[in-house]
C-alpha cells in the first residue's frame, strides 16, 4: 500500500502563489507516476499534472501552462505543486494521486489511471 499526504493549500489573494507537497510512504517504490487533480464545488474532478516518478517527465493542463509546475524530490518521495499567478477559478480541492503505471501524455490526465489518493487540500484564490 501507498500513503498520500498532502499540504500547503490555504487562502491567498488572486496573482499569489502557494506551493502543494504530497509526501507518500509506505511501498514507494511501486509508484511510477504521481499527479495532482482539482475539484471544485459542483464539478467534476480534473487533471492538473502528472510526473514520472523516474525520469522527471511532466504533463500539465493547457489551463495552468506556464503558471503551475510540478516537480518532485525522489530522497524525501514528496511530489510537489507550484502554483503562481493564481486566479479565482483554480479554487478547489486539490488531491494527491500515485499510480504504479508509467502513465504517459493523454494516459495520465485520466483519474482512472491512479490508485492511491491523498485526502485533499483546499486551495483558494480570492478576487
Known amino acids: 500500500q501507498v500513503q498520500l499526504v498532502e499540504s500547503g493549500g490555504g487562502l491567498v489573494q488572486a496573482g499569489g502563489s502557494l506551493r502543494l507537497s504530497c509526501a507518500a510512504s509506505?511501498?514507494?517504490?511501486?509508484?511510477?507516476?504521481m499527479g495532482w487533480f482539482r475539484q471544485a464545488p459542483g464539478k467534476e474532478r480534473e487533471f492538473v499534472a502528472a510526473i514520472i516518478w523516474s525520469s522527471g517527465t511532466t504533463v500539465t493542463t493547457d489551463s495552468v501552462k506556464g503558471r503551475f509546475t510540478i516537480s518532485r524530490d525522489n530522497a524525501k518521495n514528496t511530489v510537489y505543486l507550484q502554483m503562481n499567478s493564481l486566479k479565482p477559478e483554480d479554487t478547489a480541492v486539490y488531491y494527491c494521486?500515485?499510480?504504479?503505471?508509467?502513465?504517459?501524455?493523454?494516459?495520465?490526465?485520466?483519474?482512472?489511471?491512479?490508485?492511491?489518493w491523498g485526502q485533499g487540500t483546499q486551495v483558494t484564490a480570492s478576487s
Open positions: 509506505g511501498r514507494t517504490f511501486s509508484i511510477y507516476t
Open positions: 494521486a500515485a499510480s504504479r503505471g508509467r502513465l504517459l501524455g493523454a494516459q495520465a490526465t485520466f483519474s482512472g489511471g491512479y490508485g492511491y
